[in-house]
C-alpha cells in the first residue's frame, strides 16, 4: 500500500476531526421525490445522514446500497445517457445526410455549369451535323434512322470535319469555341454554395476556422469523385445512343474534363469562402434583426469563436470584445444587498 | 410531489417553503427555519435544459420570422421598383400622360397606385417595428439605403431610364410613413408590455398555487 492510500485510509477510519470510528448520523427523513443514481429507485421517505468523512448530507438507497449526495438535483443516470446517446445519433445523422446532400449538389451544379459553358459548342456541333445530315443522309429526319446508322453517319461527319478537334480549331480553339458569358450562371449557383458552406460552419460550431476549411475541402474532394465517376461513364458508354448523345459523348471524351474541372473549381471557391465567413455572417444577422434581449439564447455563435456573448443591454459585443483585449474590465453596476 | 430539496447544513425539508425571488440578486431563495441558512433552489438540470430549448425555440422562431420579413421586403421592393419603373418607362415611350389624376407628369391607375404605395408602407411598418432596436436614425438610413441600392440595381439589370426610377422615388413617402407607423406600434407594444408581463405572472403564479 502506498503512502497516498494509506493516508485515505486512515482519513476514512478516523474522520475529518481526527476522531477515530466516526459513524453516519440521522439528520432528517427524505421529502419529496428523489431517484436513485444507481437503481432509479424513488428515495422519498429515506433518512438523510451527515456523512462523517466530508461532513456531507447523504441518502443510501435501500435497494442497491448506493450514496447519493443532496446538495444537487441527481440526474437520472440512465434517462439522461440514453437521452444524449439519441441527440447524438440524430445528430450523426443530420450531419452524414448534410454531407450527402453537400456533394450532390456540388456534383449537380458543377455539372450544370460545365453544360452551360460547353452549350455554344454543343448547339454548332449539333447544328453542324444537321446542315451536314441534310446533304449527305438519305433520311430527312436522323432520329429515325436506326441507332447503328446514326453512329455511320455521326462518325463519316467527325471523319469529314477532322474530329472534334479539327470542327474546334478550324473555330480559333477552345477559348473561341466556348461562350465566356455562359459563365455568369455561376453567380446564382455561387450563391447558394457560399449559402451551404456558411449552414456548415455554423452547423460545425466545434470546429475551429482551419478545422471547418478542412472539412469544406474534404466535402469538394468527395464532390470531384462523383464528378470523376461520372466522366468515366460518360465517355465510357458505348450503349445505343441518339446521334445527339453520340456527339455529347465524342465531345465529353474531349471537353468534359477540363471544364467540369473549371466548373468545381468555380463552386468550391465560394463554399469554402462561405465557411470561412459563415459564423461571422450569422452572428451579424443575429445583431442587425433580433433586439439585444434576444440575442442571450443564441450566444454559442460568439462563445465558438471565443468572442463574449452579446449583452442584452445593447452593448454591442464587438465594443466588450475590444475592451476584453484592450485588458479594460467592462464597466460593473454596482448593487448593495438590502440589509 | 415535487422535487425534494433540503438544507444543506441541518437537512430539513425546504421543499414546501415558498421560494420568493430576491429583490436585489433575482433569485429564488429559501431560509431554512431550523438553522437560518439560505440556499438557492435550482432548476432541475433536465428541466433547466428544457427551459433553455424553449426559450431558444422561441427566439429561432422570432430569427425565422425576421428573415423571412426581410427577404419578403426587400423582393417586395425589388418588385415595386421594377413594376413602377417599367409602368413609368412604356408610358414615356408612348406618350400617354395628361389629363386628370397626373402624378409627375404620368398618369396613374389608382389600384396599381394604392397596391404600390400599401406595399412601400408595409415594408416601412416592418423597418419600424423588426429593426426598431437599432433607433430610428440608423432603421429610417438603411430603410432609405437599402431601397435605393434596390433601384441601382434595377436600373443596371432591368435597364430603366433614370428618369422612371427618380419619378418612382415618390414610393419612399408612403415608406417612410409605413417606418412612422411602426415606431408607432412598436412603443405601444412596448408600454402595454408590463401589463401583459404582470397578467401572465398572475396566471402563473395561481396554477403555481393549484398544483
Known sequence: MNQRERTGSDARRRGPSGGTEATESMVSILDGDRACLGCGYNLSGQPILREPHYDLLVVRCPECGKVAGIEEYPLLGRAAGRLAAAGLAIWILLCVGFTAATAGALFGMTLALSEEILWPLTEELQRDFQSWSAEHVSAQNVYALPRPEQRAAVDTWLEACGGIDGFVNARGGWLAAIDPWASLFWVPMGAISFAVGAAWSVLLLGCSRRRLIAVALALVAVAAVFVASEILHSTSGRGTLWWSQMINQELASLASAPTRAVALALLALPFVLGTWLGRSMARGIVRVLLPPKLRTPLGFLWIADQLPPPTTRGASSRGAAGRARAGDPAPVTARTPPP | ?211
Do not use: N
Open chain 2, 1 to 211: 410531489m415535487s422535487i425534494s430539496h433540503h438544507c444543506p447544513r441541518c437537512g430539513c425539508s425546504l421543499r414546501r417553503l415558498p421560494a420568493p425571488a430576491d429583490p436585489v440578486y433575482g433569485l429564488a431563495i429559501v431560509t431554512c427555519p431550523e438553522c437560518g441558512r439560505s440556499s438557492i433552489r435550482r432548476l432541475h438540470p433536465l428541466k433547466a435544459a428544457w427551459q433553455w430549448f424553449r426559450r431558444f425555440d422561441l427566439v429561432a422562431g422570432v430569427l425565422l420570422l425576421q428573415v423571412a420579413c426581410a427577404i419578403a421586403a426587400v423582393a417586395g421592393a425589388w418588385a415595386l421598383v421594377s413594376q413602377v419603373g417599367s409602368l413609368m418607362d412604356s408610358r414615356i415611350d408612348s406618350g400617354w400622360g395628361g389629363g386628370s389624376g397626373e402624378v409627375g407628369g404620368l398618369r396613374f391607375d389608382h389600384t396599381q397606385a394604392i397596391l404600390a404605395a400599401g406595399g412601400a408602407a408595409l415594408v416601412g411598418v416592418w423597418v419600424g417595428v423588426g429593426l426598431g432596436h437599432h433607433g430610428a436614425v440608423r432603421a429610417v438610413g438603411g430603410f432609405v439605403c437599402t431601397v435605393v441600392l434596390i433601384a441601382l440595381a434595377a436600373v443596371s439589370i432591368d435597364a430603366f431610364t433614370a428618369t422612371a426610377l427618380v419619378r418612382a422615388s415618390w414610393l419612399l413617402a408612403p415608406g417612410l410613413v409605413g417606418v412612422g407607423v411602426g415606431f408607432g406600434l412598436r412603443r405601444l407594444l412596448r408600454a402595454l408590455w408590463p401589463f401583459w408581463w404582470r397578467f401572465a405572472l398572475r396566471r402563473l403564479r395561481r396554477s403555481r398555487r393549484l398544483t
